[in-house]
Each structure stands twice: as structure tokens, then as C-alpha cells.
């Protein structure tokens, strides 16, 4: 299948994956099925907009052959990351991670001698700033032209670019090789993973690495994360099948580490050459124990899934047919999976607050509602508001102390459906 942009049919903006990203095959089974969604990170300024909004199916297929689970449809990456709103540094607790991750790297990769860090899908630098503080040389490579300009007004050095062998073999010619490479949750979104790695693979001194972070499929799975989906994670990693796209492009799974961000990622270290670390052996032997390599665990996933669906939507009617009034809060990407998959639009929902200036103003994409500043919850509060960055939890509360003395509610729908 292939879909055309409505304003010029001759631009092609999304394909079919037939292939598996990591082994090539073509032994792929279709586990989940989240329907037909609009791009959740494309905030919209006007009703016209609105109109205009394409949709593209949200499926997961999971490999038979090597186990990695990916999208089967791929959104070309200039529709998706022309303009970004995630800033990374609105979020409080994305900072602390930030700092620690900072604070890790740096005391094992040292700051002597200058050492060169590069990072990928820099976003506004809120990492990198971190590095060159450290005494690091630091150099950013973003597709994201706002958030480019964001950093390089900020005073940290940002290439306006998309990840590849040929901005590898530039940036090597112009600095050297790097100490670090560092990518947090980036890898998700690439398409030709391989060419990725690869070029990785050619930027990194003998002795350096590459670290990144992605979201962990143990845990998607685990906690039902199923809103973690969207058109801009074509790919959902465990650690097999990662061992493997790593070897063919000339890396070296060394270690990895779960920690918890984005919903429970994992801290993967690569390396020119290296003998993996106890604890990746662990980790696969889990995987293997939670019966990850088998299509029927998939397929019991998607029905848990369906199931949560009915229980927050005949929830969330039970309130409204009770008068109650509901808004929502965090207008994150996964929140919008959640409404867009349940069909939670304006007839249940009032409004949703986001803290991100850049998102006020703006309408939520496929359910089209308006996003407002924190303020609203004082002068026009709902009786329930629904949780949508179930991630940030702790953070939601603290900000919305004031809603919560006055006695509103909260609903939190993942990974089960909870009233605080
Ligand atoms: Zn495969």
C-alpha cells in the first residue's frame, strides 16, 4: 500500500515495510491493529488544518524469524520531522534523567583531553548542554529546524540534518572521530536501521562507544504500553534481535541497563568490539522466559489491549452520564494513541492542558480539541481529569496540587484504569 500527499499526489509520504527492518525476512504476522491515526506530535493551529489531516494505518507486526516487532507502514521522515514540538527540556523529570545520564557517560567516557560527543536527534540540546559543561566538545545533529535553531542560538554547535553515512564521514573529516556517540530514544524511529549503525559504526574512535536508549518491548508488553505506538516508532526492540542488527553493521552489543523513562527503556552500550556483559545475558534469558519469541504471547497482548479500550470508554461515559464534566492533561503523543484508538473526542473530553507553550492554542491531532494552559483548571475545572503522560504521573500531581485540594479527580488509564 502505498498513500499519496492530498495536495500533491505525485508525493509519495508513506509505504509499505514488507521486509523485516533487522533479518530481512518476510515472515511478519500483524498482532495489533490501533487503527487509522493521524501523526500525534502534529499539533494543529486552525480548524482548516484540521481538515486537511491525513490519517495512516497504526498496525504492529511482529517477525516470526527474529522477533522484532515493527510498524508496517512507514510515514516518509521529512512529513514527520520537518517541524517537532517535543521540547525535551520542558519536562522536569526528562531534565533529572538528562543530568544523570550526563553524570554516568562523563565519569566513564572522562573529560580529559577534550573527548568529542556527538548526539543524534539532538532535540534542543537539553542533553548535549549537559556534556559541555563537562569540558566535552560537543556537536548535535537534529532534522527538527526549530529545535535546531534552538540549540545553536543556545550556544551548542547543531547540525539541521537527518542522521546518515555521509554527515558520519563529514563530521569525522571536520572534528575527528567521536568518543561518544549518544542516542536517546531516536533508533525507534529509523527506517534503515542498518545504514544507521553503520554509520555509527564509522564515527567512533577504537576505544569509544556508541550509547543510546529505546524504549524496552519488555515492558510494552509488561504494562500494556500499547499508546507508546505511533507512526514515528517503526521499531519496538528486544534484546535478541538487537544483538543481531548491531553485529551486521559492525557493533557490538556490550552492555545494557533497564531504567525508567518513557515508560521503561533500556541503556544500551555498543562498542567497536566488546564480549557482552552479564547482564545482557540475563536480559535475553528473560525475554526469552516471558515467551517473546512467540507469536501466541503477541496475540494475547492485542486482546488484553482491546479489552482495556472497553473499560475506559464505558468508564469515562459512566462519568459523563452522571453530568460529571472531564478534561485531560499532558497533550503528549501516546496521550493522543490513547483518544484517537478509544475514539475519545469532544463529546466526552472538554479540553486538554499541556504545559508546553508552543502546543497552547493549538488543537489535539484527530480529536481536535483545544489545548490550554494550566491556568484553565482554576477558572473553568473539570470534576476528572484524565491522565494522559501516565509516565509523569508524580510530576502531573505535584503541578495540579491546587485541582486536587479542591477535591478533583483523576483517571489514570494505563496500565490499568485507576481513580485517584
Ligand atoms: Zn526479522
Redesign the pocket.
Known sequence: MILVSRSDPSKEICRSAAA??????G??VRFLDLGELPLVNRYLSSPAAARDEPRFPLEIFF?R????SQLGVVVDPRVLYAEYDYHSSVSKTFQAHCDAMAASLGAEFGSANQPFVVEIASNDGCLLTRFKERGCRVLGVEPARNLARLANAAGLPTLNEFWSGEIARRIRAEHGPARLVVATNVLAHVDDLRSFLRAVAGLLEPGGAFVFEVPYMVNFMNRAEFDTAYHEHLSYFLLR?LVRALRESGLALADAQEFEIHGGSIRVTARLSAAPSANVGRLLAWEEELGLHEEATYLRFARHVATLKEELVAFLGAIKGRGKRLAAYGASAKGNVLLNYCGIGRDLVDYVVDDTPAKQGKLYPGVHLPIVSRDRLRSDPPDYLLLLAWNFVDELLRNTSDYRARGGRYVVPIPSLRVL
Open positions: 523485516c527492518r533487522v533479518c530481512g525476512g515472515d511478519l517477525c524469524t527474529c522477533s522484532m534481535p
